[in-house]
């Protein structure tokens, strides 16, 4: 019988904080090195340990995997310094108040600083993350909300709970939604099927449902809307959403308490970088926080890239790119679509979805192969193809790494 050859498998992730993982396979032993945009190796993890890379929060998850089977999840700082031991099966991600949410072994749930000290033990039942000093917790059927010192703020008598807004918390009790606010007196009673509670000291509405309609109340349950819509959806978490009524879509702002468009979108997306995007009568654009169009309505398909100012149009079967402002910074004239755009650098991309890089003065950076991915944009100068294996600058160089891999 024939020996199964084993595969040495190599990947990388995007630079963040200017520090990237290596992540390698060889002969069934996982191994992970953290590096510099130099190239230079800053710090190489034990063995099967799996790095998913530098967090927004200077911070790296990382997993222990034995016969392919996740072990625990730890926490390590930037520098690779251990922080907690693998007794977690879930870090979940973006520290909220100085806290991660933390699920361990067992499934029991708490919370841990960023120092990795865990502040509160992992008794709960479920959680979510900390706002206004407080968090909701589960403990067997009934959630409750906890503080800092672990201590019961609100006692575990709710079927749900929201988080605290602005001294509001959304409760669910015998079947019904209502509003209390930190010291478990009853703002809103309990009597709707559904509420969406994202509001600050400048928002005094909040959508609820009734039945299968919703509607609109006060922050003290008063109809100001009646409940004649028949969907609702959160575009962002500073209060705006989206109403639907006769099958088209409208945008209400829970700052402005009021709705800011009529009825006429045949779809609105999420709010990013302070504008939305709207479909009317069959042409995409973006619409700011005040429904100004960022340009006509004249691109049958259009795409912001997160975190940019680059939006990629479409029209006539033809590809281009303007800003969030709405000025034309190459017109609709290439053939293969804008997969990524970022650091004045594009990622393209053909039918067949093989990619390419071009700067934004349309100079070929690095040339289309057959199969040719890349993990993501540029990030910190750098950008990650897997098919070339390895990271590449904005004039398509490839870094050299100033160490020596297991597979070598």
Sequence with gaps: MAKTQQYDIISYTK???????????????????????KGELLHKFEPNVWVNGVEDDNVIFAYKEINNKCDGEALFDSNGNQLTDFKYSTIYGGVEEGFFEVKNLEGKHGHI?????????????????????????????????INYKNETVIPFEYEDIGHCDNNRIEAKLNGKWGIIDK????????????????????????????????GIIDIYGETLYEFIYDDCESLDERGWFKFKKDNKWAIYSCEQDKFISD????????????????????????????????SDFQYDSIKHFYKTNLIAIYKDNKCGLMNTGGKIIIQPKYNDGIKFANENMLVMQDGDYNQYVMDIDGNIIIPKQKYQRFYGGYSCGYIVSQLKKGYYDKKGNKLEVNFKLCQD
Aim: glycine letters at 6%; hydrophobic letters at 30%; proline letters at 3%.
């Design 113 to 145: 600083s960023l120092s990795g000290e865990e502040i509160i033990p992992c008794i709960y039942d479920d959680g979510q993350y900390f706002k206004e000093g407080i968090a909701p917790a589960k403990l067997g059927q009934k959630w409750g909300v």
């Design 183 to 214: 010291y478990n007196n009853k703002l809103v009673s309990f009597k709707f099927d559904e509420t969406w509670l994202y509001i600050n000291r400048d928002c005094n509405s909040i959508p609820a449902k009734l039945a299968d309609k919703w």
């Design 15 to 37: 630079f963040n904080k200017n520090k990237a993982t290596i992540r390698e396979s060889n002969k069934g032993i996982y191994h992970c090195y953290l590096i510099n945009t």
């Design 263 to 294: 009825f006429i979108y045949e779809h609105i997306d999420y709010y990013s970088n302070g504008i939305s995007l709207v479909q009317l009568n069959g042409k995409y654009d973006y619409v700011d926080f005040y429904n100004n169009p960022i």
